[in-house]
């Protein structure tokens, strides 16, 4: 089996190229599990270490767009795109025409090149959770259902939600499989800071457990809908996996959240690490940063993940405790 | 005032531009009314004759995507563009790149192009019942609200789905002031048939009166959404007129809808010229526009074009009677 990740040098990417390899082999959607026999990664940056020195792993480095429009990727023979790249919240949200390049034009041009393999492959979109936003004058749903209408409040968002209407008729059409998964936000990435507007809420755990001073600029009570990396992948994973009843309809599904607060992430983080850590954390508000986040919803439902055996992680301070377990040398401060 | 209108030799546009030029004046987004000195219709054919002789209209003919693209429409000092071009439902889903091409890359092209303009204009897109299908899997509520989610079954209702999405983000950012309102199936149009799907919900009714075979491709239990042209017409330029606060959120509107049923529509037939038009109608099924009309709901609600004001059609008999007034050239049969 030949497998396509785009965004494939980025920690979710090259993270999701782990997991795979490490497990062998992959059932996709419910067909018989074949052996993986190759990664192709694509990005502007070159893989890690561990994933350039693979032989099983080769990579593509290039502008996505180009790659796609000039049909080299993806390769004749893929059985599978995960298409994680693209431009993050905060700088699409700075640079309309940038986003619409990276995260519309670029979905639209792999998809059409997808089709043009002429052998159905399956494609997986990463969507996000930034599809809901809380527009002025439109009431929100307490709980955010699968099925509940996305209203972006960022051109992210936006780019998101029409990339899982193409990539719904193209499967509708029969051009490719499609299936469209929605990420929360995930906590704790590890490395540094990237744009996305929700980078702090890793940035908050990461750096002060680093010894370093740790960005808080939306207030305490705000909620959100985290997933932690390996939550993540393992979701992506079975949704590649599940058979076409499991999966259901083409509409995008929502992956697992924990619903929590910024508050409650600094709680946990203090049982964690002390009053050492939470004394670094920086409570300045970012009013760019706060218009974005709260306009995403905290409180999401995911049931058709969850009939997929899916659940959110337990808790936030297991969250963390994974982080440091994964992340030793990055972290500085004594942990409980 | 300078307005644009796409599409504007088609029926709907003609309709739109002769209604506009009637009432002399518009208030656009609830500002103070003010004098229409210019209507520019824009289309691939001329336009019809007593538009093409009237001083206040202008017309650029060409292909939408071009003209919009090398930035020759709109023109500077447009205030309002009415964006109704498109193909229609059955060739869209016959040629998915003509489609792609007609709606999608024109709706984008445009916006970019009445961005550029940097004046803001009010955008109103016209897109469709269309938006809303019933897929494999997918339980769509026994009532279609402004805010159900939609779950296009045909690439028409994608494309025009995309649109809303692109014309909200492009108004949340500034770049224009943007409204996205839902047609209903417009019956009775006069004329020739078109490539729509829905085309045969008008010409059932056209047909038989002007003494032909009308096709009937669907059961007679088949549940229809319509409105009439002059209603579909009122309820565009009311969305036009709509202060900001009247209007609410950037998502899409739907018009109100006649709910009623292709079977009620051939009784209404009956009542109105006798068993010798239904007699003319031809109940020989046809799969392909089955396949396409069978996904669109009947049952739409209008809660927020209601707020507006907008009612839909009293029933279909007036429909039928309102269409025999405006087209008696057209009508060779005796009615009642």
Same mark, same amino acid.
């Given at each position: 089996? /030949?497998?396509?990740?785009?965004?494939?040098?980025?920690?979710?990417?090259?993270?999701?190229?782990?997991?795979?390899?490490?497990?062998?082999?992959?059932?996709?959607?419910?067909?018989?599990?074949?052996?993986? !026999?190759?990664? @192709?990664? @694509? !990005?502007?940056?070159?893989?890690?270490?561990?994933?350039?020195?693979?032989?099983?792993?080769?990579?593509?480095?290039? !502008?996505?767009?180009?790659?796609?429009? /000039?049909?080299?990727?993806?390769?004749?023979?893929?059985?599978?795109?995960?298409?994680?790249?693209?431009?993050?919240?905060?700088?699409?949200?700075?640079?309309?025409?940038?986003?619409?390049?990276? /995260?519309?034009?670029?979905?639209?041009?792999?998809?059409?090149?997808?089709?043009?393999?002429?052998?159905?492959?399956?494609?997986?979109?990463?969507?996000?959770?930034?599809?809901?936003?809380?527009?002025?004058?439109?009431?929100?749903?307490?709980?955010?259902?699968?099925?509940?209408?996305?209203?972006?409040?960022?051109?992210?968002?936006?780019?998101?939600?029409?990339?899982?209407?193409? +990539?719904?008729?193209?499967? %509708?059409?029969?051009?490719?499989?499609?299936?469209? $998964? %929605?990420?929360?936000?995930?906590? $704790?990435?590890?490395?540094?800071?990237?744009?996305?507007?929700?980078?702090?809420?890793?940035?908050?755990?990461?750096?002060?457990?680093?010894?370093?001073?740790?960005?808080?600029?939306?207030?305490?009570?705000?909620? +959100?809908?985290?997933?932690?990396?390996?939550?993540?992948? !393992?979701?992506?994973?079975?949704?590649?996996?599940?058979?076409?009843?499991?999966?259901?309809?083409?509409?995008?599904?929502?992956?697992?959240?924990?619903?929590?607060?910024?508050?409650?992430?600094? =709680?946990?983080?203090?049982? +964690?690490?002390?009053?050492?850590?939470?004394?670094?954390?920086?409570?300045?508000? =970012?009013?760019?940063?706060?218009?974005?986040?709260?306009?995403?919803?905290?409180?999401?439902?995911?049931?058709?993940?969850?009939?997929?055996?899916?659940?959110?992680?337990?808790?936030?301070?297991?969250?963390?405790?994974?982080?440091?377990?994964?992340?030793?040398?990055? $972290?500085?401060?004594? +942990?409980?």
């Amino acid at each position: 089996m /030949n497998i396509l990740i785009t965004g494939g040098c980025g920690f979710l990417g090259a993270r999701l190229a782990r997991t795979l390899l490490k497990q062998g082999a992959l059932s996709l959607g419910g067909e018989p599990s074949r052996q993986i !026999d190759r990664i @192709t990664l @694509t !990005d502007r940056v070159p893989p890690p270490a561990d994933l350039a020195g693979n032989a099983r792993v080769a990579f593509v480095q290039g !502008d996505l767009l180009e790659l796609a429009v /000039n049909r080299k990727l993806p390769a004749a023979g893929t059985d599978v795109v995960f298409h994680l790249a693209a431009a993050v919240s905060g700088e699409c949200e700075a640079d309309f025409d940038l986003g619409m390049r990276s /995260n519309f034009d670029t979905t639209r041009a792999l998809l059409e090149a997808t089709r043009a393999l002429g052998s159905q492959p399956l494609f997986i979109f990463a969507s996000s959770l930034a599809v809901f936003g809380n527009p002025p004058g439109f009431e929100l749903p307490e709980l955010i259902q699968d099925e509940t209408l996305p209203t972006p409040q960022s051109s992210y968002g936006t780019q998101k939600f029409i990339g899982e209407q193409l +990539v719904a008729d193209y499967a %509708r059409k029969g051009f490719i499989r499609g299936r469209s $998964v %929605r990420l929360m936000t995930v906590s $704790v990435r590890p490395g540094k800071p990237n744009g996305a507007a929700s980078g702090f809420l890793s940035g908050m755990i990461r750096e002060p457990l680093a010894g370093l001073k740790g960005a808080c600029p939306v207030p305490r009570k705000t909620p +959100v809908a985290l997933a932690s990396p390996a939550t993540t992948v !393992d979701g992506i994973i079975r949704v590649a996996e599940a058979t076409e009843q499991e999966w259901g309809p083409l509409t995008a599904m929502n992956l697992p959240a924990l619903r929590t607060s910024v508050g409650e992430m600094a =709680d946990a983080l203090e049982r +964690v690490a002390g009053k050492a850590a939470t004394a670094l954390l920086d409570w300045t508000p =970012d009013p760019a940063i706060q218009k974005l986040v709260k306009t995403w919803p905290g409180n999401v439902a995911s049931a058709r993940a969850n009939a997929l055996g899916l659940q959110p992680d337990r808790d936030f301070e297991s969250v963390v405790r994974e982080y440091i377990r994964e992340n030793a040398g990055a $972290v500085k401060l004594p +942990v409980r």
